[in-house]
C-alpha cells in the first residue's frame, strides 16, 4: 500500500509541471464524519475539459519526455479502494483543484506518510513555489505558509542551513502536535 504522501507528492508536482507558482495543499480529517480530504489546488496552466474528463484513465500524459499518465489513477484507486473517490476540477489558463476523499478509519485507507518530507521537498525544490499548506484534525489546526515565510525572512532563502532545519522541525512538531483521537 503506498502512503498518501507520495500521492500528495505526484500532484504537487502534476502542478509544478503546469507552471504553477502557488499551490495550496489542504488535509483535513475528520473523527465524527469518518472523512479524510486532501485537496491540492494550483494556478497552473489548467486542463481542457477533454483532458479533465480522461485524466483518472490509466496511461493518460500530455508528457513528450517519459511516458508514464498513472499518477492521478493511482490516487483514485486509492480513494476507491477506501470508500472514497477522486474530484478534478480545472480551468485552462487559470488553474487545476484535485480533491481526494477517504474514509478516515477505512480497512484500506493508507496511512499519511511522511507529510513533513513532502511538505519540505517541494518547499526547497526547483523552481521556487509558494505552498500554503493547511492540515485540520477535528478543528485543530496547522497552517505553514510559504510566501508569509518568504516575506518574514527577506533575503534569506528558505533553504539557508539554520532556515532549512527550522522548517523540518516546525513542520514534524506542527504536525505532530494534531493530537488523533483514532490510532
Ligand atoms: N495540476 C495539473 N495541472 C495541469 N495539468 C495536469 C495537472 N495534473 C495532471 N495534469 C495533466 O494530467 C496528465 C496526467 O497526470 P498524471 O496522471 O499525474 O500522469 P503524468 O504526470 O505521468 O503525466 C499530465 O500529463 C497533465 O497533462
Ligand atoms: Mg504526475
Partial sequence: MRELSLHILDCLENAIEAGATRIALTVE???????????VEDNGKGMPAELVARVLDPFVTTRQTRHVGLGLPLLAAAAERAGGQVLVQSTPGAG????????????DRAPLGDLPATVLAVLLGQPPVDLAYRHCVDGREFVCDTAELREALGDVPLSQPQVRSWLREYLQEGIASLERPYP
Fill in 29 to 39: 480529517e475528520d473523527s465524527a464524519l469518518d472523512r479524510l480530504a486532501i485537496t
Fill in 96 to 107: 487545476t483543484r484535485i480533491m481526494a476523499v477517504f474514509q478516515l478509519r477505512h480497512w
